[in-house]
């Protein structure tokens, strides 16, 4: 099974521009998550979604979303960014409860000059 | 709610020697427990996990830990160390049957010198 895959790789942006990231899960995977990686905060829990709907959400800021298509790629948008957000995003996927056993894609690294 | 702190954000070792690497969790329903490691530019792999059952876990590449609830610790260890085990490890907790949420410790970077 090809793991779970995300793109870009790599991004470098404006303050106050926005950005859309992908994730695609492993094949049969119905929950995906995202975490936002800094040196100084850490690994954080932003959201999660399963079956297309959002199960749970971290504390962030509304200029952080998400969504899941019927397929169960995800993608996250970040609006109006900040210096701030630049992070390793990392995305998720299980097969969901009970099982909470997640595994990672190799993540988005964001830059935000 | 659940938390973790993973005593020491830098650990230091020689090749061939015992790693251990310390986690305590913190949680109001016995947990699922588990240990990732991230190598430079990736994401993180599982070493192992502890749901039910057993308390001593093994994993992956001679890695593993044991529940101990009455201490509220999952530490992770390996007999001998190896170059190639030079990473970041993270402890992770999350609710048996609920949400898919992890919550991190601030993770522990393993240094191996030859």
């Known amino acids: 099974k090809a793991g779970v895959t995300q793109t870009p790789r790599y991004l470098i942006k404006t303050r106050g521009q926005q950005v859309t990231l992908s994730c695609s899960p492993i094949?049969?995977?119905?929950?995906v998550s995202w975490y936002q990686q800094t040196p100084g905060q850490g690994l954080q829990f932003l959201f999660e979604?399963?079956?297309?709907?959002?199960?749970n959400k971290g504390n962030f800021p509304g200029r952080f979303s998400g969504r899941q298509f019927s397929n169960s790629r995800s993608e996250m948008n970040v609006s109006t960014l900040e210096l701030g957000d630049s992070a390793l995003y990392l995305c998720?996927?299980?097969?969901?409860?009970?099982?909470?056993?997640?595994?990672f894609g190799p993540g988005t690294r964001l830059t935000v000059l | 709610a659940q938390s973790v702190t993973q005593l020491g954000s830098h650990v230091s070792v020689s090749e061939g020697a015992l790693v251990l690497l310390r986690c305590n969790y913190s949680?109001?329903?016995?947990?699922?427990l588990f240990w990732y490691v991230q190598y430079p530019n990736q994401g993180l792999q599982l070493l192992l996990k502890y749901t039910t059952g057993a308390t001593l876990v093994k994993g992956i590449n001679g890695f593993e830990a044991e529940f101990k609830k009455s201490e509220t610790s999952f530490h992770l260890t390996k007999p001998s160390a190896h170059m190639s085990d030079a990473a970041e490890y993270f402890c992770a907790v999350a609710v048996p049957g609920g949400y898919s949420t992890l919550t991190f410790g601030k993770g522990t970077m393993l240094l191996v010198s030859p």
């Open positions: 094949s049969g995977h119905r929950s």
């Open positions: 998720a996927s299980s097969t969901g409860p009970p099982n909470n056993e997640q595994f």
């Open positions: 979604y399963f079956s297309e709907t959002q199960r």
């Open positions: 949680s109001s329903v016995p947990p699922y």
